[in-house]
């Protein structure tokens, strides 16, 4: 069974970043630093990776920010994520790589010398594998490696070693990995076992900084000066994307469900919900256009900027007022979000009064597929994630139930 997120009305303002009223960027902290990497977690915690201040971890409402990796070994943080188990994985110039299973409280070094550990210590990128196998991409100079760890970084074998640097790295849901450098684009479906190369011929005319994958074959590449190119066929043929894109030296790209995000050296964020084929602007309220690191998490897009750190803003609608309700109401389902989706989609709820709950998706055929909720809860507005990667495309329905009241929701499964 999967918790229910958030419980009391004043703690969802903490939590979730649809605040009331907002619908612009808002700077959040880290206010003077340059910003190389952001990510975040389910609970609102965010990590940023700078260039001269280690990595800083902040949770809540932003107010504070905690330095948990810094000085005097690290400063510059190129790249975090997570890995399969919760850990936090740190790339840093010149350090190497760190991991924390205690949310950044401490850390464990995984590069040194020895026959079996990772012998590189300049962390360009980290891709996680669904099977949780670790891909990290060694930034020394122009001939770069592909290291991978099976087994959460206690040891390492390399696994890609190009005629040129490796600068970014991606991993699908469904299991396949792509690279990209100065080499041009890599490409491999057998957990990285072996690699395909793939050239300008294939459509891709510049060598990516920045990639990010999509089920079941899109791949996106950002270049600095061409914008964005498509692949939907594992990366085999790439096409331009760049309608409207009105900025073409990609920093960053990240997905949700349904859009692609764009960060710019210079022209701020673009956003498109047709797989890049038309992008509009995202830049209401955010005064600092040269974007290094985008994360998207937690209902809210992050952007780490150059020089004036972190900025947010919703991507969501607003879900934390309680609407009006008849006399005897107990609850409200409300519609999930997105719908459709990919793999996950988020479902809000309110509760009127004090009552046990559940709350369960069924197939079109009435087989109950999940539980989601399934507990007393006070009063107070909620939101539950279902993750349906497992599940085939078609139709569901959630179904929020107390005592007698039943409320029930069509969710559309479409990769």
């Keep these: 069974m999967k918790t229910v997120k958030s419980i009391l009305l004043v703690t969802l303002f903490l939590f979730y970043c649809s605040e009331k009223g907002m619908s612009q960027w808002i700077q959040i902290g880290l206010t003077t630093d340059r910003v190389m990497s952001l990510a975040v977690k389910t609970d609102g915690t965010v990590f940023a990776g700078t260039y001269s201040n280690g990595l800083n971890r902040s949770s809540g409402n932003y107010s504070t920010w905690t330095p948990v990796l810094g000085a005097p070994s690290v400063y510059e943080v190129y790249s975090v994520t997570f890995d399969s188990s919760g850990g936090v ?3 840093t110039h010149v350090a190497g790589l760190y991991r924390s299973v205690n949310n950044g409280t401490n850390w464990t070094p995984l590069s040194s010398s020895g026959s079996n550990s990772l ?3 300049d962390i360009y990128s980290i891709a996680v594998s669904p099977t949780g196998t670790i891909f990290v991409a060694d930034g020394t100079g122009l001939y770069g490696e592909v290291f991978r760890s099976t087994d959460v970084g206690s040891t390492w074998q390399p696994v890609l070693n190009p005629t040129y640097g490796i600068y970014t790295l991606a991993a699908s849901t469904s299991g396949k990995l792509y690279a990209g ?3 041009w684009f890599y490409n491999s479906t057998n957990n990285g076992d072996t690699w395909n190369w793939k050239g300008s011929s294939s459509g891709l005319t510049k060598a990516p900084i920045v990639l990010a994958a999509r089920n079941p074959n899109y791949v996106f590449a950002g270049t600095s000066g061409s914008g964005v190119f498509l692949s939907k066929n594992n990366g085999e043929n790439w096409s331009e994307v760049n309608t409207n894109l009105t900025n073409k030296y990609i920093t960053a790209l990240v997905m949700d469900d349904t859009t692609i995000y764009a960060g710019t050296d210079g022209g701020g964020i673009f956003k498109s919900i047709d797989n890049g084929s038309n992008w509009t602007e995202l830049n209401n309220g955010l005064t600092d256009k040269k974007v ?5 998490g937690n209902s809210c897009l992050y952007a780490g900027t150059n020089g004036s750190g972190v900025w947010k803003i919703p991507l969501k609608p607003d879900v934390t007022s309680v609407p009006s309700f008849e006399k005897g109401t107990q609850l409200l389902l409300k519609q999930n979000f997105p719908n459709p989706f990919v793999q996950n989609t988020t479902i809000p709820f309110t509760i009127v009064k004090k009552s046990f709950v ?4 069924y197939d079109h055929s009435g087989k109950q597929v999940a539980t989601l909720v399934s507990e007393e809860l ?4 909620y939101s539950s994630q279902w993750n349906a990667s497992a599940m085939p495309n078609g ?5 929020l139930q107390s005592g007698a009241a039943t409320y029930s929701k069509k969710l559309i499964l479409s990769r």
Excluded: M
């Design 89 to 91: 994985l740190a790339g």
């Design 119 to 121: 012998p590189v210590d």
């Design 181 to 183: 450098g100065t080499s």
């Design 292 to 296: 290094n690191s985008l994360a998207a």
């Design 358 to 361: 559940t709350l369960k998706v």
């Design 378 to 381: 006070p009063a107070g507005n």
């Design 395 to 399: 139709i569901y329905y959630s179904r």
